[in-house]
């Protein structure tokens, strides 16, 4: 499988999850300005939509949007419990989750990289987004992970996008439950050695 990403973006988070479920990849680095591929090509004849994440498998298939390709991930490994069973009521609070970032929490924080948005804009962006994180908050206070006690890609999804917070000047310390969530998941070895593979692809 190769994976393409662009670093600190949402392609972290399938990257995670390769890296959890000791699967072989390669990983092809994207422009996300120039939409160029590290190896010369044209990354809008991968993948028409011209983001990352994309994951390319083994029959040429090209796979994207990052919450259904963890889960396509999880589902090849199913020992690792990265995802629960297909069909089950636990998948469905997965996909509940994975929903919850990709809209209010990935969608909700995107504008703010853009430096031509409005002051006015960014402030009720960043007021949206501070009631959306106050949610999760008030989960992690009493649990460990986003499903319970077990570390699933909704939390490596979640890691990901909260990780930009700091680009915006937002510092998790204002939510404590997240702040300890974010080092926990940070120590992961998979997270470390996803950074390392990135900054070695360059
Ligand atoms: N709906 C997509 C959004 C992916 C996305 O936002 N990708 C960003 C990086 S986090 C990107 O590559 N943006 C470049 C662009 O849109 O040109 C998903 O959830 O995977």
Redesign the pocket.
């Known amino acids: 499988m190769k994976l393409y990403f662009?670093p600190h973006?949402?392609?972290f988070s399938p990257h995670i999850v390769l890296q959890e479920l000791g699967l072989p990849y390669e990983l092809v680095q994207?422009d996300?300005q120039t939409?160029r591929t590290a190896d010369g090509r044209d990354f809008r004849g991968i993948n028409p939509?011209?983001?990352?994440?994309a994951l390319e498998l083994e029959n040429g298939e090209v796979l994207?949007?990052?919450?259904v390709?963890v889960q396509y991930l999880a589902d090849l490994k199913p020992s690792a419990q990265l995802a629960p069973p297909q069909g089950s009521w636990q998948r469905v609070r997965l996909q509940e989750w994975l929903s919850f970032i990709?809209s209010e929490i990935?969608?909700g924080a995107?504008p703010l990289f853009n430096q031509d948005l409005p002051q006015a804009a960014g402030a009720i962006l960043r007021d949206k987004l501070g009631k959306r994180v106050a949610l999760l908050e008030t989960t992690l206070q009493r649990q460990a992970y986003l499903l319970g006690d077990q570390f699933s890609v909704a939390d490596a999804y979640l890691y990901t996008v909260l990780g930009w917070f700091k680009f915006f000047g937002i510092s998790l310390d204002r939510w404590p439950a997240i702040a300890a969530y974010a080092s926990r998941i940070a120590a992961r070895p998979s997270v470390r050695a996803a950074l390392q593979a990135e900054a070695e692809a360059r």
Not at 64 to 67: F, H, K, N, R
């Open positions: 662009a973006t949402c392609s994207v996300n939409k939509k011209g983001y990352v994440a994207t949007e990052g919450a390709i990709g990935h969608a995107a």
